[in-house]
């Protein structure tokens, strides 16, 4: 997990756009229980303010790894 319990997520939308951003983990979760609802917005809570979403839209959620990664091997 990422320091303060916060991680980098992709929201990709149906139409092809993706906006990434960083969340905390808590609005990540609070994001994917609404994913389930016939909701048809969520205002999604960021670092820097917020966003709304149109849930119908969303294609996919896409989580980063907290992994480090330097160099070109493993």
């Known amino acids: 997990m990422s320091p303060k319990g916060h991680v980098k997520v992709s929201i990709g939308f149906a139409g092809g ?3 990434s951003v960083r969340v905390a983990t808590d609005a990540l979760a609070s994001l994917n ?6 909701a048809p917005w969520f205002d999604l809570e ?6 709304r979403i149109s849930l119908a839209q969303i ?3 896409r989580v980063d ?3 480090a990664l330097v160099g070109f091997g493993a």
């Open 65 to 67: 790894s907290d992994a």
């Open 17 to 19: 756009q993706v906006l």
């Open 33 to 38: 229980a609404a994913l389930g609802t016939p």
């Open 59 to 61: 294609a996919y959620v």
């Open 46 to 51: 960021l670092d820097d303010g917020a966003v």
